[in-house]
C-alpha cells in the first residue's frame, strides 16, 4: 500500500459530461502530482500542486482543472469529455521521496 | 526537450534467462532516473532509482552517462517479473518530480 487514496476506481460517464477524481495524499506529502495514462500517449504529467498552490502544469487540457485542498487533498475535474478522454488517472505524491503512486481511476467515456 | 526512449514494446525470455530492459534519455543536465513497474493494472511502483545504487528484486540499473542510457538488467527471470515497466526522467531539479515517462516494456517471462 502506498498510502496514496484514490476515489473512484472505476468511472463510466457519456461524452459532454463532467466528472471528478479525488486524492489524497501520503500522510506528510504535501505535492499532489496527477498522471493520465492511456494506450495512445502513455503516461503524461498533468499537474502538479504544493500545499494548496499550483507548482507545474504539463499536458493538460483547459477542460480540465484541479485543485489542492487546506487538507491536502487534492480533485481533478474533467468536464466536456470527449472519448478520447478515457484512460487510466493516476495520483502520486510527494515531494521529499520518489513519487507514490495511487491506484488510479479508470475513466471510460462512453 | 528530455525524452525518455525504451525501444522495446514487449521482451519476452524463458525463466531463469537474463533480461535487460533498455532506456534511452534525451536531457541536458544531470539527469534523476527512475525505473517504475506496473504489475497488471495495479499501481506504478518505484523499483530502482539511479542515485540509490541499490538492487531491488534482484534488478540493477546504472546510469550510462556517455551513452545516456540507463538499462534496467536482472541475471535470472522468474515468472513473477512479468509486469510494465516504465523507465522514467526528472527534470524538474530538487524538491520536485514531474516525471517524463517512456512509454514502457512489456515482461513477460516464459515457464
Known amino acids: 500500500d502506498s498510502g496514496v487514496t484514490q476515489t473512484p476506481k472505476h468511472l463510466i460517464t457519456a461524452t459532454g459530461q463532467r466528472v471528478t477524481l479525488r486524492c489524497s495524499p501520503r500522510?506528510?506529502?504535501?505535492?499532489v502530482y496527477w498522471y493520465q495514462q492511456s494506450l495512445d500517449q502513455g503516461l503524461q504529467f498533468l499537474i502538479q500542486y504544493y500545499n494548496g498552490e499550483e507548482r507545474a502544469k504539463g499536458n493538460i487540457l483547459e477542460r480540465f482543472s484541479a485543485q489542492q485542498f487546506p487538507d491536502l487533498h487534492s480533485e481533478l475535474n474533467l468536464s466536456s469529455l470527449e472519448l478520447g478522454d478515457s484512460a487510466l488517472y493516476f495520483c502520486?505524491?510527494?515531494?521529499?521521496?520518489?513519487?507514490?503512486f495511487g491506484n488510479g481511476t479508470r475513466l471510460t467515456v462512453t | 526537450a528530455q525524452r525518455v526512449t525504451q525501444p522495446e514494446k514487449l521482451l519476452s525470455v524463458f525463466k531463469g534467462a537474463p533480461v535487460e530492459l533498455k532506456c534511452n534519455y534525451s536531457y541536458s543536465g544531470s539527469p534523476e532516473l527512475f525505473w517504475y513497474v506496473q504489475y497488471s493494472r495495479q499501481r506504478l511502483q518505484l523499483l530502482l532509482r539511479h542515485i540509490s545504487r541499490e538492487s531491488i528484486k534482484g534488478f540493477t540499473a546504472d546510469l550510462n552517462k556517455g551513452e545516456t542510457s540507463f538499462h534496467l538488467k536482472k541475471p535470472f527471470a522468474q515468472e513473477e517479473d512479468s509486469a510494465m515497466y516504465y523507465c522514467?526522467?526528472?527534470?524538474?531539479?530538487?524538491?520536485?518530480?514531474?516525471?517524463?515517462f517512456g512509454k514502457g516494456t512489456k515482461l513477460s517471462v516464459i515457464p
Open positions: 502520486a505524491s510527494g515531494p521529499n521521496s520518489p513519487l507514490h
Open positions: 500522510s506528510g506529502d504535501l505535492s
Open positions: 522514467a526522467l526528472n527534470d524538474s531539479g530538487a524538491g520536485s518530480y514531474q516525471l517524463t
